[in-house]
């Protein structure tokens, strides 16, 4: 009894979170590693957009750990094609012509080389035991800057375990931030 106590305290402290999902959740720093959310960063600076997404590995695989079966590098890859194609996740409004120009992915739980990444890239840490993000980098150059004012996040439509998005924006207008569900998937600025 007491060592099953134990063992109970010792439980990371977002495990412990899950089951009081409300308060817990308040309590977190945005970024912070929840299953069913993520962060989206995104900048617009002249004709130069980029969106950098922090999420747990889970809402993306639904596991954590590097893919064991065929069926789980199956996922790796379907998932790893979604995040790279272009006009696929992540849409910027179409008047300004964006031309996506760059996707780097990164994750504790994965190779470089599974994420078709260079094999000199260096996974991030993981941020506690048996858990792991995929950090998502992306970039744009749009010929037409002066219509860009949105981006459509459809990563909620390719990876449905995803469930609610924090969002902060640095564009001409200034900072903003906003939070993105399934049902309401575009952001503004
Ligand atoms: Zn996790």
């Known amino acids: 009894m007491q060592a099953k106590l134990r063992a109970a305290l010792l439980r990371p402290l977002t495990i412990v979170c899950l089951g009081l999902v409300g308060p817990c959740v308040q309590a977190h720093e945005p970024?912070?590693?929840?299953?069913g959310q993520a962060v989206l960063r995104v900048v617009v600076d002249g004709n130069a957009l980029s969106a950098e997404l922090e999420s747990p590995l889970d809402?993306?695989?639904g596991f954590e750990h590097a893919p064991g079966s065929a069926q789980e590098q199956q996922a790796v890859t379907l998932a790893v094609t979604a995040l790279r194609k272009p006009g696929g996740i992540l849409l910027p409004t179409p008047a300004a012509q964006c031309t996506l120009q760059k996707v780097s992915l990164a994750s504790a739980a994965l190779t470089p080389a599974m994420l078709g990444e260079?094999?000199?890239?260096t996974p991030?840490?993981?941020?506690?035991?048996?858990h792991a993000d995929l950090d998502g980098e992306f970039?744009?150059?749009?010929a037409k800057p002066e219509f860009l004012h949105s981006?459509?996040?459809?990563?909620?439509?390719?990876?449905?375990?995803?469930?609610?998005m924090q969002v902060e924006v640095a564009g001409p207008k200034g900072?903003?931030?906003?939070?993105l569900t399934g049902t309401h998937r575009t952001v503004q600025w």
């Open 175 to 179: 900072q903003s931030a906003t939070t």
């Open 139 to 142: 970039s744009w150059q749009c």
């Open 31 to 35: 970024g912070a590693h929840v299953h």
């Open 124 to 130: 991030p840490s993981a941020d506690e035991p048996g």
């Open 118 to 121: 260079p094999g000199t890239a």
């Open 151 to 164: 981006l459509r996040v459809d990563l909620f439509l390719a990876f449905p375990r995803l469930h609610k």
């Open 59 to 61: 809402n993306i695989l």
